[in-house]
């Protein structure tokens, strides 16, 4: 069994390395590595061996990580487990220049369904990607990297309530295009800490687009995130970044039974995954019995639909099964009969019981938490789960004694979903939708309880290690 203070403290060190999807792959990525799974490409040919471990990333948003039983046979299923790496956020817009009422600002777009009033009077910061161009000896390349400035350079700030008195009676509605903008500076600040512009004409060469750095953006925000790159703002080509909190993520409660933290949904349940994968084939003999394939694919954009070349409507999970089978066989009817000898796991965050907003639960399905994996279902299929898979989870929780819930969204209320729906009916897959309980989803910062880290991930632990002896005692399209 887990240690439920040292698992607690490598998921926030998890949360805390993770600011954006890009990041949490290359966690993702780092800790894989670590514990001997060898990267490969979707780009080349795939040489796999039987009892070996592996990885590729698409986008370095979305990771997707197996392990090849020992007695695997090409035909046989596979045993997955599927999350995001998404969470709801604000997103540079490509022209991020605004500048009003003398204050250098940041235009951004929200991403995701996010609760956007959270996000006012947070000490706030910048993550993501880059494309910078490099030049060795002549010869330009452009490398991929991954950017994190750690200071508080921005803010949006509430409308005093002297200036909107009625604010608490009628409630807080602001406008996304207008209110949320984050302030960088203001504008006589940024002219009079202005760096000089370096060189001349002969350093054309080294540049990217002129528009790049300066019409587009604030000079300001350029010179901090080329300052932590070590490079030359003219040498940033493009980049993807997003707004973040700087707090970071802790334990917290007067019991200290909580973890607070942003991006819960879905960073909890993708380090849940990845580290029962990681410890379900850490051993030699982890695999010796397998005669599945255990994998867990954590995918970008599943706030926005996941109708994406790296989300979960792409073909990338298929692909990465039938590049697998294919491996060791050359038969391609054999796909077929792996898909349906397979299982995945849809890990998504749960709604647990808010005891200020009781009223919002279905009377007989009010997950709490510290009570374990919550079994989402849903008749009208925005979950995936049908008594099939809802059995073989509960039964590997009752063999384990894990505590497990369910949940139904009231009938007078609309469900949200998953990637569970999309892959069951484009891979068709048996898939069991199931999430730790959390309080404040969507927020910019979230709570869940740090017993369900310890649930969550022993029961998937169990699910990589079960599922293959119990689904052949399992019979039911004959």
Not at 152 to 164: F, G, S
Not at 252 to 258: H, L, T, V, W
Not at 270 to 287: E, V, W
């Amino acid at each position: 069994m887990a240690n439920t203070t040292s698992l607690v403290s490598d998921f926030l060190s998890f949360l805390n390395a993770s600011p954006t999807a890009f990041h949490a792959v290359d966690e993702s990525k780092r800790r894989l590595r670590h514990a001997g799974y060898e990267q490969i490409s979707e780009r080349d040919d795939w040489k796999l061996e039987a009892g070996k471990k592996y990885f590729f990333t698409r986008n370095y948003s979305t990771i997707v990580a197996f392990a090849v039983g020992k007695k695997y046979e090409a035909g046989n299923g596979f045993h997955i487990i599927g999350a995001h790496t998404d969470s709801p956020c604000l997103k540079l817009k490509p022209v991020s220049k605004v500048t009003k009422g003398g204050c250098l600002e940041v235009g951004v777009q929200t991403y995701g369904g996010g609760l956007w009033y959270t996000w006012f009077d947070r000490d706030l910061t910048v993550a993501g990607r880059v494309i910078v161009k490099e030049d060795k000896a002549g010869s330009v390349s452009y490398s991929h990297r991954l950017v994190r400035i750690e200071d508080p350079i921005m803010r949006i700030p509430t409308l005093a309530i002297h200036l909107d008195r009625n604010v608490n009676s009628e409630g807080f509605k602001p406008n996304t295009q207008t209110h949320l903008v984050p302030i960088l500076a203001t504008a006589i600040k940024a002219e009079l800490n202005k760096v000089p512009a370096e060189g001349g004409e002969e350093d054309g060469e080294k540049k990217c687009t002129e528009s790049s750095s300066k019409s587009k953006h604030h000079p300001l925000l350029m010179e901090i995130i080329a300052n932590a790159l070590g490079c030359n703002p003219d040498e940033i080509c493009e980049f993807e970044l997003q707004v973040c909190d700087t707090q970071p993520s802790i334990l917290g409660g007067a019991a200290k039974e909580f973890i607070f933290s942003g991006r819960l949904d879905n960073l909890c349940m993708s380090f849940c995954s990845l580290k029962a994968l990681i410890d379900a084939t850490s051993s030699g003999s982890d695999l010796e019995e397998e005669s599945g394939v255990r994998m867990v694919a954590l995918f970008d954009h599943e706030e926005v639909g996941s109708n994406s070349a790296q989300g979960a409507g792409s073909p990338v999970m298929i692909d990465a099964m039938s590049h697998i089978t294919s491996c060791f066989s050359s038969d391609a009817k054999v796909l077929k009969k792996a898909i349906q000898k397979s299982l995945l796991v849809s890990a998504d965050m749960a709604h647990a019981l808010h005891p200020n907003f009781m009223d919002k639960h279905e009377e007989n399905h009010q997950p709490k938490m510290h009570g374990g994996l919550v079994i989402k279902h849903n008749a009208n299929q925005r979950y995936a789960t049908n008594a099939v898979t809802s059995f073989v989870f509960r039964e590997i929780a009752e063999k384990h004694n894990l505590p497990v819930q369910d949940f139904v969204v009231r009938n007078d209320m609309g469900c949200g979903s998953t990637i569970g729906p999309i892959l069951a009916s484009s891979v068709g897959i048996r898939t069991v939708d199931v999430g730790a309980p959390q309080l404040s989803m969507h927020s910019i910062r979230e709570m869940c309880a740090a017993d369900d880290v310890k649930h969550s991930y022993e029961h998937f632990k169990a699910f990589f290690q079960e599922f293959t002896h119990l689904d052949a005692k399992l019979t039911v399209d004959v």
